[in-house]
């Protein structure tokens, strides 16, 4: 919908009734992603796109029906063997289309930087906006609106776009389209574990970059599962590229002729957590020899390590799922303690709202 958000607003400006259809799932060889938007006003006029042509017209004929009766609509295309001509996608995908009344105008004014569209997938289709610290709209209930705000956030922070079940409301599903970049996942050590925790790292949503100062070690061979391998001293490329209050570091190498510097670096950034791989013994080391060169004792608290939490890990998969259940617990404040141990909320809020506009 963003891309469309301008057009949709001088539409409500001038008092053009209209109705959206957005792409909420895909399978198959889909043009279309998610979120992908096409309208259609009360004079017929078009905007955006939902297939790149194979459906428009259906789906045209769909936002003339909401338009009608103001009762949203949900829709699936996929390939007719029988009919290769019929209303479907020749190229062999499918795709479901959610076509409801004009959102709150207040949404499309919210597309000025990261925020994520949550819609339920009903028969009046409400569409929520949600920052990191607020949101915009409701759905007229309370505990709806919760589940809806926590789960838009959670997913902002990962840059996620799907389906998800509103877990109060049994049958009820919610579209969450997020529009801001995934969160940066920073591998220092190009040694067998990064390559474990690359591979989780990107299945949790994370974009992730592998760094090591060896060329023959940082090969995109060794690491296909990384968005970018780069051979270079870790603490320089860390000072010139970008990070924010997303990015994990995860510093494995445990030799102190890239840590310290590295660290150096990092632990004076604005991230969310770094973490070093070694033992005990090494932490303690580590932490002389950045206490040498000037690191402060609040710098050096925010340093986990050894990093990851205690599940007996052996291999680098299972140290890799120790080291991401550490930062994911940092991220949604979560203790690491076994479920089973305590009677509090399982579910955590990732930001309390704190205004809401």
Do not use: N
Request: charged share 20%; aromatic share 6%.
């Amino acid at each position: 919908m963003k891309d469309i958000a301008a057009r949709l607003m001088a539409w409500h400006d001038v008092g053009l009734a209209y109705a959206v259809a957005t792409v909420v799932a895909v399978s198959g060889s889909a043009p279309r992603s998610p979120g992908a938007a096409m309208s259609v006003a009360s004079d017929g006029q078009v905007v955006g796109s939902v297939s790149g042509g194979c459906v428009e017209g259906a789906v045209y004929a769909l936002c003339q029906e909401v338009l009608d009766t103001g009762v949203a609509v949900r829709q699936s295309f996929g390939y007719s063997d029988d009919d290769a001509f019929a209303v479907g996608l020749t190229c062999g995908g499918e795709i479901e289309v959610f076509v409801s009344p004009a959102p709150d105008p207040a949404v499309l004014r919210s597309f000025d930087g990261a925020v994520a569209t949550v819609q339920l997938l009903d028969s009046v289709g409400t569409v929520l906006a949600v920052r990191p610290d607020r949101h915009l709209g409701s759905t007229g209930f309370a505990d709806i609106d919760r589940i809806a705000i926590d789960e838009a956030r959670a997913m902002l922070d990962t840059g996620s776009t799907g389906i998800r079940s509103v877990r109060c409301r049994p049958g009820v599903e919610m579209f969450v389209a997020s529009y801001a970049e995934p969160p940066r996942l920073l591998v220092f050590g190009a040694i067998d574990h990064a390559g474990a925790l690359a591979r989780l790292g990107t299945f949790l949503g994370y974009r992730v970059t592998v760094c090591d100062a060896r060329p023959v070690f940082a090969t995109r061979a060794r690491f296909p599962d990384a968005d970018e391998v780069i051979a270079e001293w870790p603490h320089s490329y860390l000072a010139r590229t970008d990070v924010d209050a997303r990015t994990v570091v995860c510093v494995l190498t445990h030799d102190a002729k890239f840590d310290v510097p590295l660290l150096e670096v990092a632990l004076r950034l604005p991230v969310a957590f770094v973490g070093a791989m070694g033992s005990r013994r090494t932490h303690r080391d580590r932490q002389a020899r950045l206490r040498e060169v000037g690191m402060t004792e609040t710098e050096l608290s925010r340093l986990r390590s050894p990093v990851g939490l205690d599940l007996g890990a052996s291999t680098p998969e299972e140290t890799a799922v120790a080291i991401a259940a550490e930062f994911v617990a940092a991220r949604r404040g979560g203790s690491g303690m076994s479920l089973t141990l305590g009677d509090g909320p399982i579910h955590h809020a990732t930001v309390p709202d704190r205004r809401q506009a």
